[in-house]
């Protein structure tokens, strides 16, 4: 009897998405990107990972699909990082999307929240 009582609640009642709260998807710097923004959301890792394989492999660095090409389009202008809060980019979707965002572990952990290069100035 609970069951049924329980499966009528759920089919009854009412599902509603409009207070998850969306994730802010802002391009600080707009311009062409390496793949329509359709394609980037369903495939930017694998573009990272064969990118990744390239340079530590072959050498190739500089290259127009780079973590590093990704976050200087994306960090916020406010604090020039993509995390550290949910209007970061890539932590703003990361959150949404319910996945972990473990780039960063190995990828300049401990640099400020991941700072875009135009924030931090010339390096060597």
């Known amino acids: ?9 759920f089919v009854a009642a009412p599902v509603s998405f409009a207070d998850v709260p969306k994730p802010v998807v802002k391009i600080e710097r707009p311009g062409e990107c390496v793949a329509p923004p359709e394609v980037i959301r369903r495939t930017h890792m694998e573009l990272l990972k064969h990118q990744r394989d390239k340079t530590v492999h072959e050498g190739q660095r500089g290259t127009k699909i780079s973590l590093n090409g990704c976050i200087d389009c994306h960090a916020s202008k406010t604090t020039g990082s993509v995390l550290g809060s949910k209007e970061n980019f890539c932590q703003s979707c990361h959150a949404y ?3 972990k965002l473990d780039c960063f572990e190995c990828h300049q952990p401990k640099s400020g929240l ?4 135009a924030s931090k100035g010339s390096q060597p």
């Open 1 to 9: 009897m609970r069951f049924i009582f329980l499966a009528a609640l």
């Open 114 to 117: 991941l700072k875009s290069a």
């Open 97 to 99: 999307v319910a996945v």
